[in-house]
């Protein structure tokens, strides 16, 4: 893999390691603090397991103050951190640097308060997404962002990328979803931004927060809004004999006037690896399978599931199923959320890229993408949120050979390229990290970029807080931008990504 | 023509000396060469909310009314991308002919101001962020701005998001943006989710009997999987003889006993879909049809129009206060108001609007007290004549304050844009 340029290392930090050690020791309990190699090894890389580096100590406070009080001390002693949720993340926002700590938040690991009444929980950040769901599905309601790793991330990093999942459209992601965080700055201050009630007056505060990648605070709880379970959930499994059809019929879906709680699309070369690794029972003649997901009460829903089928008819679909039971509900979705695992089982190795593009500019996207796979000779199989225009292509190579991962960067980066070219973003919610920062000037100027870089600077004047991530250390639109993974070896392979 | 000479003659100004910047790159030049100058402006759009918030204390006023058209405008990709002052009306009613529509559902602020419709542009709406009745259900409007370019307190041109929902490129200054009252930036440009339109809606009038029953009401309804999406309660007031016939004048349907205390809560969807979710939410919440009475579609839509339009404060020479709070201090804050204050609740039970006689300052103060204890907050959105900010409009705590400082360095170093609008020294 190429070399990623980091921030220049401080060798006097490396030089008074044992001090800080020491120091850090007095502030939380000593077994909170790793120094040794093998302790450090575990959080040499999050998600993105391509890129290494070991931290020079990891500390897991389990307490405000204690985040208070190291990050106060960090900042007198021009220490860096890097704060880390559950590493989950695919855009290498929690990568360690050499000469700084790894604030884990591990330990903030419990629910504090759940309140039906104001229907939201207060929470510590290192609690699961899941595990909100959990706490509060016997009374019937649930925390409606889902990213695919929802059953390992936590919601302290969900915060700093606003996570998503395929329900955005009808719910909005993370930031539409919280209605308070309390956070430590890089100087140590302790601040509450919102709480229980809809929308802080004022600089909204938390919307900045939410999304920063953890370069302006330490969150050290999240106060989330819980909705009640819908009534009834029907999924539609469709094929259909082009991309453009099937991308016509998706984009008439929601020009129709409905909000699908989640609309997926895949390409042939995924509807094949995925049936054939889950036996998920896809039209294997469909050019393109469309999965649409409606929510609601009984008619709301049934009514919704007949338009759905009217226009599919209408653009020609090959195949169409209704889900009768939730089990075949989930049996449709089955094959999708093995679609990482089963292009792994294609190839040695695979990048999955994380783009946005306008929902009607899909069959051109997928073209382009087409045009670039022959062009480098490398397979690509794709999947696209259809209602909030996320999409991932899945390029398959083998890592081993040298040749073929330059292609494969060349190939990433011409993607998302593409997606800035056709309207759309070069992160829907994976993050900039360090694998995306050098493509920011493919969407912003140095004016924007400056401005992003003066609120940093305003909030972590000494840029101590996780430097190197988000923005341009090269300023050159250098070719980078994906996730990496060996065969199959992801950091969390049992975690469904989509 | 050199901008400074430009700004001196009346090609941007007219003869109340203010600046009417016609596109960006004028809005540029001139905040560029305020900055040189060291002299702040006041931003203004079409003059509808310009009375929220403190005084500006500036030289010169800029308005940004010249900026307006619609860009680009998608009804399949769910997007409208306009100049930043188009006015509302003209958005509404493009996306109307779609059956689309903003589905926060603006406030109508020109009744309480001049006692007619004047909804302003969506710089405004989106400088404000105050959302209507809906917005317990889809979000304020922050949460339906994609993005937005704008000119910081320095001249420079900078934009942030796009015109897709899912995008994590970068810090979310949409959000930033959304209630900074222009002491940020000078918005050029708003590209906005927009959303279907329901088919229909119908609204049911509960009439409780006591102020925990109004709370047991709106934690039933909040907690249903039939989802609504409007709730208000109106109180029966009794001390203020004015208001009582206002009320009862605006509140005039067929369908509804406005001379008592009432909920009401409205359903939308398909016609068969809100039959359906009226029969379940009147099971959940034990009610018999002799309780209730339901507002058709040609009741229930005037009747939310008039809520969002705050039409019972009309003209109000008092001071209005907008305070939100945690739902489940609701109750308490009811047992307050009631015979002290003219109100009515919305949000399913978080938002108040108060009215406090033009002579009780301090009863602001106390107000603003009960607002924090309860985990809330509260602006003062129309001041009366007497009114000699003693009390400060906003809410705001030492630390945020800071903060706000800090964040409003970084865009305008100088404050130029709207100085003290907000607080003191930002």
């Known amino acids: 893999m190429s070399e990623i340029a980091l921030p220049k290392i401080d060798s006097s930090i490396l030089n008074r390691k044992s001090e800080i050690v020491k120091k850090l020791s007095k502030l939380t309990n000593i077994e909170n603090v790793l120094s040794e190699a093998d302790e450090l090894r ?31 001390y960090c900042h007198s002693e021009n220490i860096k951190v890097v704060p880390r949720g559950a590493g989950t993340g695919l855009s290498g926002g929690a990568l360690p640097l050499q000469d700084a700590i790894l604030l884990g ?32 599905q016997h009374k019937g309601f649930y925390y409606a962002p889902d990213p695919s790793s929802q059953l390992a991330c936590s919601i302290g990093g969900n915060v700093a990328e606003n996570s998503g999942g395929v329900h955005s459209l009808k719910y909005g992601t993370t930031t539409n979803n919280i209605l308070g965080v309390q956070m430590v700055m890089m100087d ?21 927060i939410c999304g920063s990648e953890g370069l302006l605070g330490v969150v050290t709880e999240v106060t989330v809004k819980i909705l009640k379970t819908p009534e009834v959930v029907r999924a539609a499994l469709i094929g259909f004999p082009s991309i453009k059809e099937g991308g016509d019929a998706a984009s008439e879906i929601i020009s129709s006037g409905i909000v699908p709680a989640g609309m997926e699309i895949m390409d042939k070369a995924l509807i094949e690896a995925t049936d054939n690794f889950s036996k998920a029972g896809y039209p294997r003649d469909a050019e393109l399978l469309l999965i649409v997901e409606l929510d609601g009460t009984e008619s709301e829903v049934n009514e919704l599931i007949k338009k759905v089928e009217v226009i599919s008819k209408k653009n020609n679909c090959s195949s169409l199923k209704l889900s009768n039971s939730e089990k075949e509900r989930l049996s449709f979705w089955a094959g999708r959320k093995a679609a990482f695992p089963a292009c792994g089982a294609m190839a040695p190795d695979y990048y999955c890229m994380d783009g946005s593009i306008p929902r009607g500019k899909l069959a051109e996207a997928l073209l382009e993408i087409k045009k670039l796979s022959e062009k480098y000779e490398l397979p690509v199989a794709n999947c696209f949120h259809a209602g909030d225009g996320n999409l991932h292509p899945l390029i398959m190579f083998d890592g081993n050979d040298k040749e073929q991962l330059r292609k494969t960067e060349e190939f990433g980066s011409e993607i998302l390229k593409t997606c800035v070219r056709l309207g759309g973003v070069i992160t829907g919610e994976h993050g900039v990290g360090i694998e995306k920062r050098e493509l920011m000037c493919e969407m912003f100027n140095d004016n924007d970029i400056q401005q992003q870089l003066s609120i940093k600077k305003s909030l972590d004047e000494k ?28 950091k969390f392979p049992d975690l469904p990504r989509f | 023509m050199s901008t400074k000479i430009k700004i001196n003659s009346q090609i941007f100004q007219d003869s109340n000396n203010v600046y009417y910047p016609k596109d960006e790159s004028e809005v540029s030049d001139l905040i560029r060469e305020l900055y040189k100058q060291d002299s702040p402006t006041e931003i203004i759009g079409k003059n509808s909310k310009s009375f929220i918030g403190n005084k500006t204390q500036s030289a010169n006023t800029t308005s940004l009314s010249k900026i307006s058209g619609i860009i680009d405008y998608r009804p399949e990709e769910l997007y409208i991308k306009v100049k930043a002052c188009t006015p509302i009306n003209e958005i509404e009613q493009v996306l109307s002919k779609n059956n689309q529509e903003l589905a926060f559902e603006p406030i109508d602020f020109g009744y309480i101001k001049e006692g007619k419709s004047n909804k302003g542009t969506i710089a405004g709406y989106l400088s404000c962020n105050y959302a209507g009745s809906r917005r317990f259900k889809v979000g304020s409007v922050r949460d339906h701005v994609l993005g937005f370019k704008g000119v910081n307190g320095k001249g420079d041109i900078i934009k942030s998001g796009g015109t897709v929902v899912k995008n994590v490129t970068g810090y979310d200054l949409s959000k930033l943006i959304a209630g900074s009252f222009g002491t940020l930036v000078a918005l050029t440009e708003i590209t906005l989710k927009v959303l279907p339109k329901k088919d229909s809606s119908k609204t049911v009038i509960i009439y409780p009997s006591n102020f925990q029953q109004i709370y047991d009401f709106f934690n039933k309804l909040s907690s249903s999987s039939s989802e609504i999406s409007g709730a208000v309660f109106v109180p029966e007031q ?25 909920i009401a809560f409205r359903v939308e969807g398909d016609k068969i879909s809100i039959e359906e979710k009226i029969n379940n939410l009147k099971k959940e919440l034990k009610l018999s049809n002799s309780d209730i009475s339901t507002l058709d579609v040609y009741q229930s839509e005037p009747f939310w129009k008039k809520v969002n339009n705050l039409e019972v404060f009309e003209k109000t020479e008092h001071n209005l206060i907008r305070m939100v709070i945690p739902p489940a201090n609701g109750s308490k804050l009811c047992k307050h108001l009631e015979n002290n204050h003219n109100y009515f609740v919305d949000w399913c039970g978080s938002l108040f609007w108060i009215e ?23 602006t003062v959105i129309k001041t009366s004549s007497e009114y000699d900010y003693g009390e400060a409009i906003f809410t705001v705590d ?12 970084s865009f305008d170093p100088k404050r130029i844009l709207n100085p003290g609008k907000m607080y003191r020294g930002v």
């Open chain 2, 398 to 409: 030492k630390v945020r304050l800071m903060i706000s400082e800090k964040v409003k360095q």
């Open chain 2, 356 to 378: 406090v006689n033009s002579k009780k300052e301090e009863k602001i103060k106390d107000l603003k007290k009960m607002a924090k204890d309860f985990g809330g907050y509260l």
């Open chain 1, 42 to 72: 575990p959080y040499e890389t999050d998600a993105l397991s391509v890129y290494t580096q070991t931290p020079l100590a990891v500390v897991l406070p389990e307490n405000t103050e204690e985040v208070s009080e190291i990050l106060k």
């Open chain 1, 463 to 490: 840029n101590l807080l996780n430097p190197g991530k988000v923005y341009p250390i090269l300023r050159k639109c250098a070719e980078e931008g994906r996730v990496h993974v060996h065969k199959n070896k992801d």
């Open chain 1, 105 to 136: 938040l591990g330990k903030f690991n419990k629910i504090l308060e759940i309140d039906y009444e104001n229907k939201c929980v207060v929470t510590q950040p290192g609690v699961t997404n899941l595990g909100i769901t959990h706490a509060v």
């Open chain 2, 238 to 262: 009794s001390k203020d003889k004015d208001f009582v016939t206002k009320k009862n004048s605006v509140f005039k349907f067929n369908d509804l006993k406005s001379n008592i205390s009432f």
């Open chain 1, 188 to 208: 140590g201050t302790i601040c509450r931004f919102g709480g229980k009630s809809f929308d802080q007056e004022g600089y909204d505060l938390m919307g900045l």
